[in-house]
């Protein structure tokens, strides 16, 4: 089976940009993304069966996350 991009997980990186070394936490880092990005797919494919434009949908969804909210304070 070949693997696509939809199949690509990222490397998560601490606030140093080392990559993490959990294993719990980077398997739950893991199966949120997934989640995340099938509830996505799903969002996208009925916008645009429902006749939204795919680019419109696309803005969206980039706006959504710019505008999350981290509600924990910074790091010094």
């Known amino acids: 089976m070949v693997k696509g991009p939809e199949d690509e ?3 998560w990186l601490d606030d140093e940009g080392a990559p993490m070394s959990c294993l719990e936490k ?3 880092l ?3 993304y ?5 509830i996505a797919q799903d969002a996208l494919e009925d916008g645009v069966l429902m006749g ?3 680019e419109q ?3 969206a969804f ?3 996350v710019d505008d999350l909210v981290n509600p924990y304070p910074e790091k010094k």
């Open 57 to 59: 949908m696309r803005r």
């Open 26 to 28: 980077i398997k739950v």
């Open 52 to 54: 939204c434009g795919e």
């Open 30 to 32: 893991n199966e949120n």
């Open 62 to 64: 980039h706006q959504l």
């Open 9 to 11: 997980i990222p490397l």
């Open 34 to 38: 997934a989640e995340l990005r099938q």
